[in-house]
């Protein structure tokens, strides 16, 4: 078989990937961060030995901003809804995916933000300067994608980044289509969030995903349940907020 829709997930995987699964699966696969059994905490470490190598992969200082989700389209909602309020502003591109663009579709719909999408000429390229002049006071974020997964076109994120911070805007870039082929380092293109699929050039298993959350983001969770820590509570705990030492 010739298989041609890497860009949806890649196929095949390498053979290390569907070994480790098997491993994983098969010998300590417990609850990771929920009990102190052995299993548990083998568990819990490898989680954290894999946000250590996803941040070393995107240069993120801080292994415990990557939050792990089932693909690029949950992060993509949880950094949209989790971060904009009602009077927001954004501007994304006409390149997106429809994973950024529906979600801004439906707040704009509901009258929470205001949008702008900055149109690309023929080849789908955008001018850098039209986002600039689309720049209002309540701006709050930019989205762009890292290359387009229509004509495969790589944006100019590093300049956005550059005009994103100049006017303190949250830059949020959709890495779906690039990240583990295309250099990537957040640090660099000065994003504020990036959301990563793992099931696609990062070569993994489908159902895995990541969202890097700047420490500059203040961000809510858009999913409340069991967190293995106060569940006395009947709220959720903001753990991004008690790891800044913001809510002990
Ligand atoms: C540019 C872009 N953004 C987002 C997504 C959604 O990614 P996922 O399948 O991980 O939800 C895709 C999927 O093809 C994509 O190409």
């Not at 298993?205 to 500059?216: D, H, I, M």
């Amino acid at each position: 078989m010739i298989y041609l829709d890497n860009a949806a997930t890649s196929y095949p995987k390498p053979q290390r990937v569907y070994d480790e699964m098997l491993f994983c699966m098969k010998e300590f696969c417990a609850n990771p961060g929920r009990s102190g059994h052995e299993m548990s905490m083998r568990s819990g470490r490898a989680v954290y030995e894999t946000r250590e190598i996803v941040s070393r992969f995107f240069n993120i200082e801080n292994p415990m901003r990557v939050v792990f989700t089932k693909n690029a389209t949950e992060a993509l909602n949880i950094a949209i809804n989790g971060v904009l309020k009602k009077g927001d502003h954004v501007i994304t591109t006409s390149m997106e995916h429809n994973s950024v663009l529906r979600p801004l579709k439906t707040l704009e719909r509901n009258n929470i933000i205001e949008l702008t999408i900055v149109w690309g000429n023929y080849f789908g390229e955008i001018d850098v300067t039209d986002i600039e002049r689309s720049i209002k006071k309540n701006t709050k974020m930019i989205i762009c994608s890292l290359s387009s997964n229509v004509n495969g076109i790589i944006m100019p994120i590093k300049d956005i980044g550059r005009i994103a911070e100049d006017n303190k805007i949250i830059f949020l870039v959709d890495a779906s289509q690039g990240a583990g082929s295309i250099r990537l380092d957040v640090q660099e293109i000065k994003a504020d969030m990036v959301a990563i699929p793992g099931h696609k050039d990062l070569l993994g298993p489908q159902g895995v995903g990541a969202l890097y959350v700047s420490e500059k983001v203040e961000i809510t969770p858009i999913m409340q349940g069991g967190t293995g820590s106060r569940s006395e509570s009947f709220y959720q705990r903001n753990f991004f907020r008690i790891f800044l030492k913001a809510e002990l």
